[in-house]
């Protein structure tokens, strides 16, 4: 089964860092991966989505990378604002199937 | 486009209730899961469906749960007894699976938090 890893589960960073999610996953057979973000009590809203094919995805503030071979992806988030500040959930669909398997997510703090 | 609809936004009800959570997809969508969200173990599908038949029910915790998509643009979360257990926040999501030129991106509604006492 999919095992799918955030680091770090929580992070606290002053307004105007760079600033780097992580995401594992142990089955390098995946079709795409998706970045999502949750703000308290709200639904998920889609980011970034990397099909498998492909090496990174960029959004604005956003960039999203994929090395499907070592099983990780990275969401950069560059200058980052206190409207940052939300669970950043990490989402892989493998080959196999067309349902997602989540990470924890990464709750994001930022500072003013 | 009005994005993905889930009705109640919330619910409250005792423990040994019907409960009923409704889910209509975005326009055009062929592909609808269920997802139920818990402190403990995070985002998990229940079940999905594609053009309306369901595929995969095997997250579908017990007989207590079923799901039904009768058209293109409705589908029903139903728990008959409710438990304590069943607390959490459940999600609905869409895609146009299998479609040309298509990610097959979910999007994902609001969600419904239900609260059984």
């Known amino acids: 089964k999919q095992e799918v890893t955030q680091i770090p589960a929580a992070l606290s960073v002053p307004e105007g860092e760079n600033l780097v999610l992580n995401c594992s996953f142990t089955?390098?057979?995946?079709?795409?991966l998706q970045w999502f973000r949750q703000d308290p009590g709200k639904g998920l809203t889609s980011l970034l989505l990397i099909q498998s094919s492909q090496r990174e995805q960029t959004s604005g503030r956003l960039n999203a990378s994929l090395d499907k071979s070592s099983g990780r992806s990275t969401l950069y988030i560059a200058a980052s604002q206190p409207g940052d500040s939300a669970t950043y959930l990490c989402?892989?669909?493998?080959?196999?199937?067309?349902?997602?398997?989540f990470g924890k997510g990464t709750s994001l703090l930022v500072t003013p | 486009d009005a994005g993905v609809i889930q009705s109640p936004r919330h619910e409250v009800t005792e423990m040994g209730q019907e409960v009923t959570l409704r889910c209509k997809p975005i326009s055009g969508h062929n592909s609808l899961f269920w997802y139920r969200q818990t402190m403990m173990r995070g985002l998990e599908l229940l079940i999905y469906f594609n053009n309306n038949v369901p595929i995969d029910d095997s997250g579908m915790p017990e007989d207590r749960f079923s799901a039904k998509m009768p058209n293109a643009s409705f589908s029903t979360l139903k728990i008959q007894p409710s438990e304590p257990r069943d607390s959490a926040v459940y999600f609905c999501?869409?895609?146009?699976?299998?479609?040309?030129?298509?990610?097959?991106?979910?999007?994902f509604g609001p969600g419904t938090r239900l609260t059984v006492l």
């Open positions: 089955d390098s057979a995946i079709y795409n």
């Open positions: 989402a892989v669909r493998p080959n196999s199937g067309y349902a997602l398997n």
């Open positions: 999501a869409s895609t146009p699976w299998g479609r040309l030129n298509s990610y097959n991106e979910q999007f």
